[in-house]
């Protein structure tokens, strides 16, 4: 693979250089020409949130010329030297030329940020701070709280922030800060993120940028067009910014699910079910045969739930503008910013393989391979010695081959008014309105047809990404499919916030030499999440059933609704299936799923007022000689909720509107300290208190099943507490040389009142839900389920204390003590580790603990760079290791722990600038091709990782290629 990524790369790399050689004569050193940054070890202050940097701090600083990519590396280094808590950020090299394509992807470089990638796309989407979830994090516009969902989490109604909504070139700047400040939005108690936009006077003068890209991704051979223009000028003291963005992409996925873990006979005919379905092999059968083995060796051997090929194709498109009126004159800064962004998803999913979940016969006489008579049968089968797992041929199998067609898209709006007022030398004021708004909907319907009781010959061989299957009955004639099912539905997630902010800095002189800073202030969010679900599955079927078997078949095609997929040589090429077309025209969506469907059950709109007043100040002086910078303050916040979602009431349980009202205060002190050792060595220091609130999902929805075909059933708590942490972080950083760094810092997180989920074993009846929350599988024929049915419920409490620690490592250097040509190198690199974490304990069989992380341990990114003269490139390798897989945080009772396998991602970039109108790039996406997928563990050791064998969700996404030019006129 590396030898295939460096015969991609080298030649490309050597034909730029040449070229760059030849016109060094011209342009010997143009890394000092451009672009301006200040540098300093030991600055003071840190500039208001959302307002204009203070002049008097930016002419206490020396100045260091540099350009591109170093350029961006170096002003964020100087931003981190200045603060006085822990701060990291991320810099545009120059006014709408941010250095990566999506922002989340430019955090994953930031120590302690883990990366979390939609899984559709493989863009990345959220970001986990510190090995805490993403929804402990939070992200602000310009200083305002945000929220916006996208894909996958439209109707999770978890907190947090997509990414992936916005293009980066949308933003001119990140500040990531890990320890808490007074000044800064409460519940981040992973971090607060803070994305700005670009202004006019960012950069005043006449300014016109822009770039055209071709994307090509090798799984789905499709060529996407990008484009990106935005226009910048001021008159006097009157400036105007406006940048608009488009992209599309088409990204396939392909590979093998097992779509929820691995089971044994044994353990699944357990009541209640130990493992993560129940399954009993038919050993009563004539037909059935070890072999040479035993019954015993053959019940205790795993199969997958379910064994098939998945493909998909995802098709993108997102457009963004933003824009920004700016007076600057005087004492008075003012603007007006806005943003917008629109992202449509289209995907068509598909996947072909045998169903082995809840298989086993009671009644003989019933139709085979059909309830009731589903037993698979073992005929001529091995157990793999390493693995345990059951392979074979096997009778009475059945076959489902399913499609789902969706699609969801997201609008994000934003306007703010933004005003600062220099009232004397001493005293700034500034103030800030905004409000936003992120609807998102989504709506898919899912078609499938089933082939009842053949013999099947299954083997993993050895890639488990693309197993074999084999069986005499003909997989593409219609009239072998019956079992028709459907399934539809339609989410809309909003999120709706208002801000208001008035902040006063005041300059002022202590004693000795000192001097201080304070700042304090109010602040008034409120935030609105509503979220309206409906479930037309019902009038789906009533019109799938009058279309009878017969209509369904003559729908079918062996033409796959996704093409260019790898399935490996021991798959099927072909099967029966159905058209995006044909699906949406027989069932769609939109037209399935009326307001008549709605699920009271999952739907609810949440309200949260939140009053805050904060004070802090910095603190100047020296110490034995020593520059120490100081700020210490404390932050008072008030949360109102309001909560109307729909409950349960009387005899019938009829869902009916209800309102839930609550409040709570907290007093968040915080302080940082920074002390310059020597004119290079710095020390940093804080402690401080912050809070999470929960998520809305749980606290405001009431008991649900969320999969009609799971057994498994959670109920929300409308009391829930918000989650507190003292955190303590100290770390030593090196500024060895310009642009260089090298850096340690220990955190540790103590945490109160953490949300943990809880599981309990009870019955159906017991959960007060209609018939209808569970799908066919569990019903009966007059569409009734056994009230005495075990099911898993999983709830919702404050639990005890907790503590997250761990250290993280940070590296940058540009090499310019080099020989020419060679002084263009540099590079960067992070590492972070967390203490194992894990909100439940993991128990084995034997009752052995056994040490899961429900976050990676560990993560690094490492990137080296090449810029000198017109020529850049750039080789980045982004990585975190295996985490417990949220769905399986305990043992099931099969030992097995389901893990999601560590992973990396490799990308490039090589760029040649021409002169500042026209410079060509190439980026590289994914190199490494990786493979992402999760595996079951054995906690008894016997039968191996499981890493390579028991695997799920494998997937592929393939390289993608963006070749294009961008410029400033």
Same mark, same amino acid.
């Not at 730029?16 to 202050?45: H, I, L, R």
């Not at 800064?333 to 598909?350: I, Q």
């Given at each position: 693979?590396?030898?295939?990524?460096?015969?991609?790369?080298?030649?490309?790399?050597?034909?730029?250089?040449?070229?760059?050689?030849?016109?060094?004569?011209?342009?010997?050193?143009?890394?000092?020409?451009?672009?301006?940054?200040?540098?300093?070890?030991?600055?003071?202050?840190?500039?208001?949130?959302?307002?204009?940097?203070?002049?008097? +701090?930016?002419?206490?600083?020396?100045?260091?010329?540099?350009?591109?990519?170093?350029?961006?590396?170096?002003?964020?280094?100087?931003?981190?030297?200045?603060?006085?808590?822990?701060?990291?950020?991320?810099?545009?090299?120059?006014?709408?030329?941010?250095?990566?394509?999506?922002?989340?992807?430019?955090?994953?470089?930031?120590?302690?940020?883990?990366?979390?990638?939609?899984?559709?796309?493989?863009?990345?989407?959220?970001?986990?701070?510190?090995?805490?979830?993403?929804?402990?994090?939070?992200?602000?516009? @310009?200083?305002?709280?945000?929220?916006?969902?996208?894909?996958?989490?439209?109707?999770?109604?978890?907190?947090?922030?997509?990414?992936?909504?916005?293009?980066?070139?949308?933003?001119?700047?990140?500040?990531?800060?890990?320890?808490?400040?007074?000044?800064?939005?409460?519940?981040?108690?992973?971090?607060?993120?803070?994305?700005?936009?670009?202004?006019?006077?960012?950069?005043?003068?006449?300014?016109?940028?822009?770039?055209?890209?071709?994307?090509? @991704?090798?799984?789905?051979?499709?060529?996407?067009?990008?484009?990106?223009?935005?226009?910048?000028?001021?008159?006097?003291?009157?400036?105007?910014?406006?940048?608009?963005?488009?992209?599309?992409?088409?990204?396939?996925?392909?590979?093998?699910?097992?779509?929820?873990?691995?089971?044994?006979?044994?353990?699944?005919?357990?009541?209640?079910?130990?493992?993560?379905?129940?399954?009993?092999?038919?050993?009563?059968?004539?037909?059935?045969?070890?072999?040479?083995?035993?019954?015993?060796?053959?019940?205790?051997?795993?199969?997958?739930?379910?064994?098939?090929?998945?493909?998909?194709?995802?098709?993108?498109?997102?457009?963004?503008?933003?824009?920004?009126?700016?007076?600057?004159?005087?004492?008075?800064?003012?603007?007006?910013?806005?943003?917008?962004?629109?992202?449509?998803?289209?995907?068509?999913?598909?996947?072909?393989?045998?169903?082995?979940?809840?298989?086993?016969?009671?009644?003989?006489?019933?139709?085979?391979?059909?309830?009731?008579?589903?037993?698979?049968?073992?005929?001529?089968?091995?157990?793999?010695?390493?693995?345990?797992?059951?392979?074979?041929?096997?009778?009475?199998?059945?076959?489902?081959?399913?499609?789902?067609?969706?699609?969801?898209?997201?609008?994000?709006?934003?306007?703010?008014?933004?005003?600062?007022? +220099?009232?004397?030398?001493?005293?700034?004021?500034?103030?800030?309105?905004?409000?936003?708004?992120?609807?998102?909907?989504?709506?898919?319907?899912?078609?499938?047809?089933?082939?009842?009781?053949?013999?099947?010959?299954?083997?993993?061989?050895?890639?488990?990404?693309?197993?074999?299957?084999?069986?005499?009955?003909?997989?593409?004639?219609?009239?072998?499919?019956?079992?028709?099912?459907?399934?539809?539905?339609?989410?809309?997630?909003?999120?709706?916030?208002?801000?208001?902010?008035?902040?006063?800095?005041?300059?002022?002189?202590?004693?000795?030499?000192?001097?201080?800073?304070?700042?304090?202030?109010?602040?008034?969010?409120?935030?609105?999440?509503?979220?309206?679900?409906?479930?037309?599955?019902?009038?789906?079927?009533?019109?799938?059933?009058?279309?009878?078997?017969?209509?369904?078949?003559?729908?079918?095609?062996?033409?796959?609704?996704?093409?260019?997929?790898?399935?490996?040589?021991?798959?099927?090429?072909?099967?029966?299936?159905?058209?995006?077309?044909?699906?949406?025209?027989?069932?769609?969506?939109?037209?399935?799923?009326?307001?008549?469907?709605?699920?009271?059950?999952?739907?609810?709109?949440?309200?949260?007022?939140?009053?805050?007043?904060?004070?802090?100040?910095?603190?100047?002086?020296?110490?034995?000689?020593?520059?120490?910078?100081?700020?210490?303050?404390?932050?008072?916040?008030?949360?109102?909720?309001?909560?109307?979602?729909?409950?349960?009431?009387?005899?019938?349980?009829?869902?009916?509107?209800?309102?839930?009202?609550?409040?709570?205060?907290?007093?968040?002190?915080?302080?940082?300290?920074?002390?310059?050792?020597?004119?290079?060595?710095?020390?940093?220091?804080?402690?401080?208190?912050?809070?999470?609130?929960?998520?809305?999902?749980?606290?405001?929805?009431?008991?649900?099943?969320?999969?009609?075909?799971?057994?498994?059933?959670?109920?929300?708590?409308?009391?829930?507490?918000?989650?507190?942490?003292?955190?303590?972080?100290?770390?030593?950083?090196?500024?060895?040389?310009?642009?260089?760094?090298?850096?340690?810092?220990?955190?540790?997180?103590?945490?109160?009142?953490?949300?943990?989920?809880?599981?309990?074993?009870?019955?159906?009846?017991?959960?007060?839900?209609?018939?209808?929350?569970?799908?066919?599988?569990? +019903?009966?024929?007059?569409?009734?389920?056994?009230?005495?049915?075990?099911?898993?419920?999983?709830?919702?409490?404050?639990?005890?204390?907790?503590?997250?620690?761990?250290?993280?490592?940070?590296?940058?250097?540009?090499?310019?003590?080099?020989?020419?040509?060679?002084?263009?190198?540099?590079?960067?690199?992070?590492?972070?580790?967390?203490?194992?974490?894990?909100?439940?304990?993991?128990?084995?069989?034997?009752?052995?603990?056994?040490?899961? @992380?429900?976050?990676?341990?560990?993560?690094?990114?490492?990137?080296?760079?090449?810029?000198?003269?017109?020529?850049?490139?750039?080789?980045?390798?982004?990585?975190?290791?295996?985490?417990?897989?949220?769905?399986?945080?305990?043992?099931?009772?099969?030992?097995?722990?389901?893990?999601?396998?560590?992973?990396?991602?490799?990308?490039?970039?090589?760029?040649?600038?021409?002169?500042?109108?026209?410079?060509?790039?190439?980026?590289?996406?994914?190199?490494?091709?990786?493979?992402?997928?999760?595996?079951?563990?054995?906690?008894?050791?016997?039968?191996?990782?499981?890493?390579?064998?028991?695997?799920?969700?494998?997937?592929?996404?393939?390289?993608?290629?963006?070749?294009?030019?961008?410029?400033?006129?």
């Amino acid at each position: 693979m590396k030898r295939t990524i460096l015969a991609t790369l080298l030649p490309i790399g050597l034909a730029a250089y040449a070229s760059s050689v030849m016109a060094q004569e011209a342009s010997k050193d143009n890394s000092t020409d451009g672009m301006t940054a200040t540098a300093t070890s030991g600055a003071s202050g840190e500039a208001p949130q959302g307002a204009a940097p203070d002049p008097a +701090q930016e002419a206490a600083v020396s100045t260091v010329v540099v350009t591109g990519f170093r350029s961006s590396l170096q002003k964020a280094l100087n931003l981190k030297a200045q603060a006085i808590g822990v701060r990291d950020s991320i810099v545009a090299e120059d006014i709408g030329k941010f250095p990566e394509a999506n922002v989340a992807e430019s955090l994953q470089r930031v120590p302690g940020v883990i990366l979390n990638r939609d899984e559709s796309s493989a863009e990345g989407q959220r970001i986990s701070i510190r090995g805490l979830p993403t929804e402990y994090s939070v992200t602000t516009l @310009n200083g305002a709280p945000v929220n916006t969902t996208s894909t996958s989490t439209i109707g999770s109604a978890a907190r947090g922030f997509n990414y992936d909504v916005f293009a980066s070139e949308l933003f001119g700047r990140i500040d990531f800060y890990k320890s808490p400040l007074a000044e800064l939005t409460e519940g981040g108690l992973g971090g607060v993120v803070d994305l700005q936009s670009p202004r006019p006077f960012d950069n005043p003068k006449r300014t016109i940028r822009y770039a055209v890209t071709g994307a090509y @991704n090798t799984m789905s051979k499709h060529a996407d067009p990008m484009g990106f223009a935005l226009f910048s000028n001021t008159w006097g003291p009157v400036g105007f910014l406006i940048g608009v963005s488009h992209s599309a992409s088409v990204n396939n996925r392909s590979g093998f699910e097992a779509t929820g873990g691995y089971n044994s006979s044994a353990q699944g005919s357990q009541t209640p079910v130990r493992g993560n379905f129940a399954l009993a092999l038919d050993y009563d059968s004539p037909r059935a045969n070890l072999g040479g083995y035993t019954r015993e060796q053959v019940d205790n051997a795993l199969l997958p739930r379910i064994y098939r090929f998945y493909g998909s194709a995802n098709d993108r498109s997102r457009d963004g503008l933003v824009s920004s009126l700016q007076y600057k004159s005087g004492p008075f800064n003012l603007s007006v910013d806005t943003m917008y962004s629109k992202l449509k998803n289209r995907r068509d999913e598909m996947y072909f393989g045998l169903l082995v979940r809840n298989s086993r016969t009671t009644n003989r006489n019933a139709p085979a391979g059909q309830t009731g008579n589903n037993g698979l049968i073992p005929l001529n089968v091995a157990i793999d010695a390493g693995s345990n797992l059951l392979t074979g041929t096997f009778g009475n199998s059945s076959y489902s081959s399913g499609v789902t067609y969706s699609e969801d898209e997201t609008a994000f709006g934003y306007l703010s008014l933004n005003g600062r007022w +220099q009232a004397n030398e001493r005293l700034v004021v500034t103030g800030q309105a905004s409000i936003n708004d992120s609807k998102a909907t989504s709506y898919q319907s899912t078609l499938s047809g089933q082939i009842f009781g053949v013999d099947s010959t299954i083997d993993y061989g050895s890639d488990h990404v693309y197993p074999s299957l084999s069986s005499p009955v003909s997989y593409t004639d219609p009239n072998n499919f019956q079992g028709f099912g459907i399934g539809t539905g339609w989410t809309r997630e909003t999120d709706k916030g208002k801000q208001a902010r008035l902040v006063a800095d005041w300059d002022y002189d202590l004693p000795g030499g000192w001097s201080g800073h304070l700042k304090g202030g109010a602040v008034y969010v409120e935030t609105t999440k509503g979220i309206n679900k409906r479930n037309g599955t019902s009038l789906a079927t009533a019109r799938l059933n009058a279309l009878g078997t017969t209509g369904l078949r003559g729908g079918m095609t062996s033409d796959l609704p996704v093409s260019e997929l790898d399935m490996g040589g021991g798959w099927p090429a072909r099967w029966g299936t159905f058209s995006r077309d044909y699906t949406f025209a027989t069932f769609n969506p939109l037209e399935f799923n009326p307001e008549s469907s709605f699920t009271p059950a999952q739907s609810f709109t949440a309200k949260e007022k939140i009053s805050t007043a904060f004070i802090q100040s910095d603190f100047k002086g020296k110490v034995a000689g020593k520059d120490l910078r100081v700020n210490a303050g404390v932050r008072y916040s008030r949360t109102e909720t309001d909560i109307a979602n729909f409950k349960q009431q009387g005899a019938s349980l009829v869902y009916a509107p209800n309102r839930e009202q609550g409040s709570y205060s907290n007093l968040l002190p915080a302080i940082s300290a920074a002390l310059d050792l020597t004119d290079t060595l710095m020390w940093r220091a804080s402690w401080g208190k912050t809070i999470s609130r929960a998520s809305l999902g749980i606290i405001a929805a009431q008991t649900v099943i969320p999969n009609p075909f799971d057994n498994t059933a959670t109920s929300g708590n409308p009391n829930l507490r918000p989650q507190q942490s003292k955190n303590l972080d100290t770390s030593l950083e090196w500024y060895f040389q310009e642009g260089g760094l090298l850096s340690a810092a220990v955190f540790r997180k103590t945490l109160t009142d953490a949300t943990v989920a809880n599981t309990s074993q009870t019955t159906f009846g017991a959960l007060g839900l209609p018939d209808t929350a569970l799908g066919a599988l569990f +019903q009966d024929a007059n569409g009734r389920v056994d009230p005495n049915l075990p099911m898993t419920l999983r709830s919702y409490t404050n639990a005890g204390e907790q503590v997250l620690k761990g250290f993280e490592l940070a590296y940058q250097q540009a090499f310019t003590f080099l020989p020419e040509p060679f002084r263009g190198l540099g590079a960067l690199a992070s590492f972070t580790h967390i203490d194992p974490f894990n909100s439940a304990r993991w128990i084995s069989n034997g009752g052995r603990e056994v040490k899961v @992380n429900s976050v990676p341990k560990y993560a690094y990114s490492t990137t080296a760079y090449y810029e000198r003269g017109p020529l850049a490139l750039r080789l980045s390798w982004n990585y975190k290791g295996r985490s417990l897989h949220g769905d399986n945080p305990r043992n099931l009772g099969d030992d097995l722990i389901r893990w999601r396998a560590a992973r990396g991602y490799l990308d490039g970039n090589i760029s040649y600038r021409f002169n500042d109108a026209i410079e060509l790039r190439i980026d590289a996406l994914n190199l490494s091709n990786t493979l992402s997928y999760d595996y079951f563990e054995d906690a008894s050791g016997r039968f191996g990782s499981g890493r390579k064998t028991r695997m799920d969700y494998a997937k592929y996404d393939g390289r993608t290629i963006k070749i294009g030019i961008r410029g400033k006129l």
